[in-house]
């Protein structure tokens, strides 16, 4: 539910900004059956199908025309195949959305291939918490998703959303180099979206990155979750709009009142409510953090002077030409 704060900035700063049409290119859908009990008991995101985030995203963009790309819920000893099959029979209640298959390394391509087959999948969502390596902060890309995984990827020219792991995100020596090598030699078909502004969420991995992911071919990022103005200035400014799309990470990861806060080069997801945060000099009400990335990106849009046409490109055309969607068409 929103606050009346909440209304305040829909009203008086986003509606003006958001289109009508919007394309989420990062949402996530869960069913808690598919979690092991172990795991379970450790995510405490909600149970959301297609109808419940249908519900959330008209409370929040009201009357916009919304589809969206859904990446599952990527959890150590989720039921993968079952997981997979009940998001691909989810979103059939709406054509014009997309999904990505959740891999795990061992996921075996007769598999990946036997589900391309049935469903129509539109690329692949490795992630990092499933590494072979055991460890989902230092790990490499190949460590999540594997070569043959990336062999069939390129054979087909699947898209494969990618949350950079590795302390430095997309300032690490490592996620640049192999970047570089599966781009422009190894997997040259395979189109990658980097997620959470290639996994900045402070001004510094894009900082750093951008002169060199900007000569990459196959390239995009998704916005979601990025709530401080700095890095989304950084990507506004050195990159070309073309490859950058909307995404919320809706809903468990935004839809609460806080933010991802930085703190020099560090940052951290901060939730208002498990804290008694102290508003000494003003109306202290936070706001929900999809509102805060909302602000950020309008106002890093106004600093950049982004037309109103880059800011639709955003929001649903670089969708539109990328995933073959069709606006007004009903579903
Ligand atoms: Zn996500």
């Not at 795990?104 to 990946?112: A, Q």
């Amino acid at each position: 539910m929103l606050s009346e704060q909440d209304r305040v900035i829909w009203e008086e700063e986003l509606a003006q900004f958001v289109p009508q049409r919007v394309f989420d290119a990062h949402v996530h859908l869960l069913d808690r059956r598919h979690l092991s009990q172990v795991e379970g008991a450790f995510l405490n995101w909600k149970d959301t199908d297609w109808n419940a985030l249908q519900d959330c995203a008209q409370q929040l963009f009201p009357g916009r025309e919304l589809h969206c790309l859904v990446l599952g819920t990527p959890s150590p000893g989720i039921d993968v195949e079952s997981h997979n099959r009940w998001i691909a029979q989810q979103i059939q209640l709406d054509s014009q959305s997309r999904m990505n298959r959740l891999v795990t390394p061992t996921c075996k391509t007769v598999e990946i291939e036997r589900d391309f087959a049935e469903w129509r999948f539109n690329g692949l969502k490795p992630y990092r918490l499933f590494s072979v390596t055991g460890d989902p902060h230092q790990c490499r890309i190949a460590d999540f998703l594997t070569h043959s995984q990336l062999e069939f990827a390129d054979e087909h020219r699947l898209w494969v959303t990618m949350h950079l792991s590795r302390y430095h995100g997309c300032a690490d020596e490592l996620n640049l180099s192999d970047l570089e090598e599966y781009t422009t030699k190894r997997y040259p078909n395979v189109r990658w979206i980097l997620a959470h502004c290639a996994r900045s969420f402070s001004y510094w991995p894009i900082r750093q990155a951008i002169p060199i992911l900007r000569q990459m071919p196959n390239l995009w990022y998704d916005v979601s979750a990025v709530t401080d103005l700095r890095p989304l200035i950084t990507l506004f400014q050195e990159e070309d709009i073309k490859r950058i799309f909307y995404g919320s990470d809706l809903v468990d990861s935004t839809f609460f009142r806080g933010k991802y806060v930085t703190l020099g080069r560090a940052w951290c997801g901060l939730n208002a409510d498990q804290y008694s945060l102290r508003f000494p000099h003003c109306d202290g009400r936070p706001i929900l953090a999809i509102y805060e990335q909302l602000l950020a990106m309008k106002h890093a849009a106004e600093i950049v002077g982004l037309s109103s046409s880059d800011i639709e490109d955003i929001f649903w055309k670089n969708a539109e030409s990328a995933f073959g969607v069709k606006f007004g068409q009903g579903t």
